[in-house]
DNA sequence: CCGGTTAGGATACCGTGGCATACCCTAGAC
DNA sequence: GTCTAGGGTATGCCACGGTATCCTAACCGG
């Protein structure tokens, strides 16, 4: 007889989710025994939890009390500059090491992208599974697990940058020159149309923020 | 009243240190309770120790058992690859972003260096100090925590490759390399004098583990 | 009368102990 | 020789108590 908790998952995942979806934004406290009762478990696997999340700097504590990071400017300047340096790594071992399935796994995922022009959510997340296989096209196991820390640290965001006009439709140029490099071999060319990607997703979001400054005021 | 405990860390820096000094060694296999009755706590803080490890992959889990992590020759070539990049990456934004304090205590740390040639455990524990320096240097947040999380990965490696003969002369030369073009402030050279640095470092790994292949046979 | 300091209460975290469960290993029977 | 059943063991969870910290309010000094 199967539970009709939220979720099936471990408290981990759980609370990571949470913060993904934004039930918790950056600046947000948790408390261990709000979290126990809303996820219906103790507080022990909520506190192993919080602590593996606070290893991974999506919590910071504040006092005694853990609080959700946020990222300020320069923060999320040294996250896009250490995600574009691992992602251009993953791009030039993809070229030299993925196999042809991998290659048409790729390709197939941008016939996905495509379908989704104008849908960010769905865009959204197509987008890290494309990323997510190139990162594994790269064969290199610690390379991966470095980037499946740097995309949580993504989490943080609340906006993603495809939702912004136009940038859609440059994602998926790139996303194109990205394969098509990983395909013919060519190392170089791939590292540095990953890397130029990121890059222009990192100006986009910057733009983004500057006009939401802007509004505001 | 301070109590005689071994260390008066926490049970995640205990277990860490008794994983670098060598007290557990990959493929051993961690025990709640043992470890409990070891360092004289509970097994929840333990328990919640071995998880953070975990996530650090430094422990794998075997059916419902965790054991320390060994590196096979796959592992090592990948661990070294994303090493090579991410110190590089650090040497660069040393060289563009270092105080000139921190290029006169990378100076000082080089000083020590030469003091201690010949003295492989103490030219280990320097050359930490030393790559934690750059990376300080390098004033980006995630990447000290991603490299971090690199070395400590490291600590799965029994020996220091400033062990082998000559390997330490030939280190502190690198060293100095690496300090001149970061003093120089040229980011391209020390980027590459740092990934050399890795290289030399890996290859010098890799001799000496084909040695002691060798003479176990 | 206002500001700073201190003392007290409350809150939330950390660690301990114990219990249930799931898995593994072994021994016995077919 | 293989399959099954039973016991043992380690893990996962929970409830509770101690303790350190934070907030608040009252008191004292200026």
Not at 4 to 23: C, H, N, R, S, W
Not at 58 to 83: C, F, M
Not at 176 to 198: F, M
Request: aromatic share 4%; proline share 2%; net charge negative.
């Amino acid at each position: 007889m199967a539970e009709t908790k939220p979720q099936m998952k471990d408290a981990y995942e759980m609370i990571l989710e949470a913060i993904d979806v934004g039930v918790y934004r950056p600046g947000d406290r948790l408390v261990e025994s709000e979290l126990a009762v809303r996820f219906g478990v103790s507080r022990t696997p909520i506190r192993e939890a919080l602590q593996r999340l606070e290893t991974q700097s999506l919590l910071t504590r504040d006092g005694r009390s853990l609080i959700v990071a946020s990222l300020d400017h320069n923060q999320l300047a040294e996250l896009y500059a250490v995600r574009a340096e691992l992602e251009g790594l993953a791009a030039r071992l993809a070229a030299r090491h993925a196999a042809p399935e991998e290659i048409r796994v790729l390709n197939d995922l941008i016939e996905e992208d495509r379908a989704l022009l104008g849908d960010p959510a769905a865009l959204s997340r197509a987008n890290r599974r494309f990323h997510k296989q190139i990162h594994l096209a790269s064969h290199n196991r610690f390379l991966v697990q470095q980037l499946d820390l740097v995309h949580r640290s993504m989490a943080l965001l609340a906006t993603t940058s495809l939702a912004v006009e136009g940038r859609d439709e440059d994602a998926l140029a790139e996303h194109e020159r990205i394969v098509t490099a990983i395909a013919a071999g060519d190392g170089d060319a791939a590292h540095a149309a990953l890397k130029e990607h990121i890059s222009k997703a990192f100006e986009t979001r910057l733009k983004h923020d500057a006009a939401a400054v802007e509004a505001s005021a």
